[in-house]
């Protein structure tokens, strides 16, 4: 990840939400910036649906603040949150997370070691190990009710098109978030 912000990356809302922002939620941790147009990728919009989608575009800056904040205000009996990161982010998702012990009922992982994959071509081994490497943080948002696990890895399948991590819209990702929602 480069230290310089990518300026047609970061132009653009830091959040596009759709869907009823009082039910269910999905909030996206989106480090390359989709929605820039201040709508969500067309694969996610079938989910709004369902769920109110927060996508909060990393390279905007204020993002994160924003996902702290939807995370952090959520109380008992609140509807349930869901956080969706890919390899760069998956860090500050479980920090975020973490900081907000119960909040989230899933932390859905893209990628997670995305650089590892590249590195030995297996992306189930590297994000595996990745888990393994995280379990201290992993077993403690568990134990606070969280659901931990890695949903969608990239491939050698030309379909993917792109190194990983696999994009947040890439169409893969958005069938295995509905599958680990049970909104199939």
Same mark, same amino acid.
């Given at each position: 990840?480069?230290?310089?912000?990518?300026?047609?990356?970061?132009?653009?809302?830091?959040?596009?939400?759709?869907?009823?922002?009082?039910?269910?939620? %999905?909030?996206?941790?989106?480090? #390359?910036?989709? &929605?820039?147009? !201040?709508?969500?990728? @067309?694969?996610?919009?079938? $989910?709004? /649906?369902?769920?109110?989608?927060?996508?909060?575009?990393?390279?905007?800056?204020?993002?994160?603040?924003?996902?702290?904040?939807?995370?952090?205000?959520?109380?008992?009996?609140?509807?349930?949150?869901?956080?969706?990161?890919?390899?760069?982010?998956?860090?500050?998702?479980?920090?975020?997370?973490?900081?907000?012990?119960?909040?989230?009922?899933?932390?859905?992982? %893209?990628?997670?070691?995305?650089? #590892?994959?590249? &590195?030995?071509? !297996?992306?189930?081994? @590297?994000?595996?190990?990745? $888990?393994? /490497?995280?379990?201290?943080?992993?077993?403690k948002l568990r134990e606070a009710g969280t659901e931990v696990?890695?949903?969608?890895?990239?491939?050698?399948?030309?379909?993917?098109?792109?190194?990983?991590?696999?994009?947040?819209?890439?169409?893969?990702?958005?069938?295995?978030?509905?599958?680990?929602?049970?909104?199939?």
């Amino acid at each position: 990840m480069s230290a310089e912000p990518d300026p047609v990356r970061s132009e653009g809302p830091s959040v596009v939400t759709a869907g009823d922002p009082s039910g269910p939620k %999905v909030i996206v941790l989106d480090p #390359a910036g989709a &929605a820039k147009h !201040d709508e969500l990728p @067309a694969t996610w919009r079938p $989910l709004t /649906e369902k769920r109110a989608v927060f996508w909060c575009r990393v390279p905007a800056g204020g993002a994160l603040t924003e996902a702290d904040d939807l995370v952090g205000d959520a109380g008992p009996g609140d509807p349930e949150i869901a956080v969706v990161a890919s390899g760069p982010f998956v860090a500050e998702a479980l920090q975020l997370v973490e900081r907000h012990p119960g909040a989230a009922k899933h932390l859905l992982l %893209v990628d997670p070691a995305s650089d #590892a994959f590249l &590195a030995s071509g !297996d992306a189930s081994a @590297a994000n595996d190990a990745w $888990l393994a /490497e995280h379990d201290d943080v992993v077993a403690k948002l568990r134990e606070a009710g969280t659901e931990v696990r890695v949903v969608a890895s990239s491939s050698e399948n030309p379909d993917d098109r792109v190194p990983p991590p696999l994009p947040l819209g890439h169409p893969d990702v958005v069938t295995a978030v509905r599958s680990a929602l049970g909104l199939d």
